[in-house]
């Protein structure tokens, strides 16, 4: 796929990682790409692999009909590229599998649109990372000197292995959206100005944007004291997690599916597990200790581009209230701001994943 270092892993028991496939048999025609039948059964296959992004082990997914190495190359293929790219950065927690269903829903909803519309064929690929230490380092990779299984990186570094990651592994298609959720939107902001002139960037979407005033905010008031005390006493949140640490992965699955609805994903329990661990636990206390530390008065320089730029804002987001959303549509052109109607949850990955993959189409044109 790429001329950069990479590692595949062992898919763990009852945890499919490097490839799905919804159904076994083929539901579309390889020539013309029209859906025979259903959009809903169109097979959509996954690759999830370790990749090294500027020294340090990163997990990485892609999902899209087609996963060739053709496909997947990192240079623009001219006037014969059909490929759309999109890039999600997680917010925090930023576990790549969170937006697994929500990816997967979203490229059906595109090529059913282009499908309606009658247009070409196009190739969809949904690309998503996790931050660094937030999922835990596969065995076989923890002897890398530097990169080690109980470091922590804070907003800065988590930033950097973005900006590092665009620029080593993603293809420059015909082209190019990005999202960032949560924090994830602040990341997105902040590598916009190092990034804009290599890609065919349309859009730089933010969704429940967590880019100013975190401290302010209804979780942040509630859980500045908390994470601060977990900072101030790591040795808390070792013992907090250590005993975790000790439980059997099916187990953990099992009492995360206990509390989630029936018809969660699979991979969404699995990627709730996985922050079931000592070392990832304290690096989201660490970023979000950071978080809250530096996303305070809003950054007007993170703006700069305010073609490129759209939001979307929750009617009752934690996060960022509704009044920031309304202050931004005032700074940025009519339709560059949008704010949600349908109450959708600031973690939409849990319940309304459906929603927001119909929601995001507006932004990919």
Request: a neutral charge; charged letters at 25%.
């Amino acid at each position: 796929m790429s001329p950069h270092k990479k590692f595949e892993t062992p898919p763990a028991p009852n945890m499919s990682i490097s490839k799905e496939s919804d159904n076994d048999s083929l539901p579309f025609d390889r020539v013309t790409g029209r859906v025979r039948g259903s959009v809903n059964m169109l097979d959509i296959e996954k690759n999830v692999e370790w990749v090294e992004v500027s020294g340090r082990w990163s997990r990485m997914s892609i999902m899209g009909t087609s996963l060739t190495p053709e496909i997947l190359s990192i240079e623009n293929q001219g006037e014969k590229d059909e490929r759309i790219i999109i890039f999600m950065i997680p917010g925090n927690p930023g576990n790549d599998g969170f937006y697994t269903d929500f990816g997967r829903r979203l490229i059906r909803n595109l090529i059913a649109r282009e499908e309606r519309l009658g247009h070409r064929r196009v190739q969809f690929l949904f690309y998503t990372l996790s931050h660094l230490n937030h999922v835990l380092l596969p065995a076989a990779l923890r002897c890398s000197d530097s990169h080690k299984v109980n470091e922590r990186f804070n907003l800065g570094d988590q930033i950097q292995h973005k900006l590092d990651f665009v620029k080593e592994y993603l293809p420059r298609g015909n082209r190019v959206y990005m999202f960032g959720h949560g924090a994830g939107a602040y990341m997105l902001l902040s590598i916009l100005p190092y990034i804009k002139d290599d890609f065919n960037l349309r859009k730089a979407v933010c969704l429940f944007p967590t880019i100013e005033k975190m401290t302010e905010s209804p979780h942040g008031i509630r859980l500045r004291k908390v994470v601060s005390t977990l900072r101030q006493n790591d040795w808390l949140a070792r013992t907090l997690s250590f005993w975790v640490d000790l439980m059997p992965e099916s187990l953990k699955r099992r009492i995360i599916s206990m509390k989630l609805s029936s018809d969660q994903s699979p991979e969404l329990v699995d990627s709730l597990s996985e922050l079931l661990h000592m070392n990832v636990f304290r690096n989201i206390v660490h970023l979000c200790n950071d978080e809250l530390d530096k996303i305070g008065t809003l950054d007007e320089t993170l703006l700069f581009h305010k073609n490129l730029i759209y939001f979307y804002y929750g009617a009752n987001d934690g996060w960022c209230p509704i009044e920031q959303g309304q202050q931004m549509s005032e700074r940025l052109t009519r339709g560059h701001v949008v704010i949600d109607k349908d109450h959708v949850e600031h973690s939409f990955v849990f319940r309304d994943a459906a929603t927001m993959a119909e929601k995001v189409l507006q932004f990919i044109v």
